[in-house]
């Protein structure tokens, strides 16, 4: 994800995205909606990022979230916050299309609007 999109951002949301891949979506959208940086915890040290307060451990509190606990959990508590849904393919390969399998890269093309936007993003 580009730092750039996130110039005016007042928290980190740590995050193990290759862990999480398939909860990238949902990620975005909380990055979205508490106007936070979502960041590994190693990344964040690594740009000294310790003027932002930590708005979400993602990696702790979604350590064992499927992509529908995620988006549960953001429809109960930010659904308001958000402007409209929207798709993204975090990464799903559909060489059978009732079992997608993880096995591509994100589509990230539009995730600056995403945030802009404060889409649902599922």
Same mark, same amino acid.
């Given at each position: 994800?580009?730092?750039?999109?996130?110039?005016?951002?007042?928290?980190?949301? $740590? @995050?193990?995205?290759?862990?999480?891949?398939?909860? %990238?979506?949902?990620?975005?959208?909380?990055?979205?909606?508490?106007?936070? %940086?979502?960041?590994?915890?190693?990344?964040?040290?690594?740009?000294?990022?310790?003027? %932002? /307060?930590?708005?979400?451990?993602?990696?702790? !509190?979604?350590?064992?979230? @499927?992509?529908?606990?995620? @988006? /549960?959990?953001?429809?109960?508590? $930010?659904?308001?916050? !958000? !402007?409209?849904?929207? /798709?993204?393919?975090?990464?799903? @390969?559909?060489?059978?299309?009732?079992?997608?399998?993880?096995?591509?890269?994100?589509?990230?093309? %539009?995730?600056?609007?995403?945030?802009?936007? /404060?889409?649902?993003?599922?």
């Amino acid at each position: 994800m580009r730092v750039a999109l996130f110039t005016h951002a007042c928290g980190l949301v $740590h @995050t193990c995205v290759w862990l999480q891949q398939s909860l %990238l979506p949902n990620i975005i959208t909380l990055a979205a909606v508490t106007n936070s %940086l979502p960041l590994a915890a190693s990344d964040a040290e690594a740009l000294d990022l310790s003027a %932002l /307060k930590l708005t979400a451990d993602l990696s702790q !509190t979604w350590a064992d979230f @499927t992509a529908l606990d995620a @988006t /549960k959990y953001m429809y109960s508590h $930010h659904v308001y916050a !958000t !402007t409209t849904l929207c /798709k993204m393919n975090p990464g799903y @390969t559909f060489e059978h299309p009732l079992r997608p399998e993880m096995g591509g890269s994100p589509d990230i093309n %539009l995730v600056d609007f995403m945030v802009a936007e /404060k889409l649902f993003t599922m």
